[in-house]
């Protein structure tokens, strides 16, 4: 079983492009979540999608955009990189968006912005 | 908004010892769910354990406990038989039903041999 499979591992990007983190899921769940995790703070919430063609906004919005393109598939896109997006980034699934939301996370994505 | 606090952000252990790692929480929320996800320097992230808040009784997974103290929102967890292999970082995380994820900031352990 994959599980959560998100790409690409590691990105360097330069101030001002742009590029897509790409996460799909094989459980048939129905929830996704994007995250980024910073030294000293934890794992902070940017968007989620608690189903197929919904997506809300989470903590940390402000310079991503995201995809529900279908049920195993959610995306993040940074329109135009800033330095202060230099994290990992984190997309997990959950089965249901209620009761005990257990996350499925994959392995993460590096992204360095120069 | 809930808040998730990790007041240890470094702890260590001596291989085979117990240890505690502290959360507490803020919410105002009668029902919800905690729980404890481990990140080791895979960085792959993996749940430990979890708790819902009605259930009185402390959840257990092996050498994993918790001490669930309502009235005092906080969430410990406890490691005994500390292995090298249970060096990581743990996040406290907690969730209303109908709602998403919020994570602490996180405890690096490490299991000294």
């Known amino acids: 079983n994959a599980g959560v499979t998100q790409t690409p591992k590691f990105q360097v990007l330069k101030t001002g492009q742009s590029m897509t983190l790409q996460c799909a899921q094989d459980?048939?769940?129905?929830?996704m979540y994007w995250y980024r995790q910073d030294p000293g703070m934890g794992l902070r919430l940017i968007y989620y999608?608690?189903?197929?063609?919904?997506?809300d906004k989470g903590e940390v919005p402000n310079g991503y955009n995201v995809s529900r393109l279908n049920k195993r598939e959610f995306s993040l896109r940074l329109e135009s990189a800033a330095p202060s997006q230099t994290s990992v980034y984190f997309c997990?699934?959950?089965?249901?968006?209620?009761?005990?939301?257990?996350?499925?996370f994959g392995a993460g994505s590096r992204l360095t912005v120069l | 908004a809930q808040t998730v606090t990790q007041s240890q952000p470094e702890m260590s252990v001596q291989e085979a010892e117990t240890v505690t790692l502290s959360c507490t929480y803020d919410?105002?929320?009668?029902?919800?769910?905690l729980f404890w996800y481990k990140q080791p320097p895979s960085r792959q992230m993996i749940l430990v354990i979890r708790?819902?808040?009605?259930?009185?009784q402390n959840a257990t997974e092996n050498r994993f406990s918790v001490n669930f103290q309502k009235a005092a929102k906080s969430f410990s967890l406890k490691i005994s038989d500390s292995q090298l292999g249970d060096t990581a970082m743990y996040f406290c995380?907690?969730?209303?039903?109908?709602?998403?994820?919020?994570f602490g900031a996180g405890t690096r352990l490490t299991v000294k041999p």
């Open positions: 997990a699934s959950s089965g249901d968006f209620s009761g005990a939301n257990v996350l499925t």
């Open positions: 459980m048939n769940h129905n929830s």
């Open positions: 999608s608690a189903s197929e063609g919904t997506t």
């Open positions: 919410t105002s929320e009668n029902n919800y769910y």
């Open positions: 708790q819902e808040a009605y259930k009185q």
């Open positions: 995380a907690f969730m209303k039903p109908g709602g998403v994820v919020r």
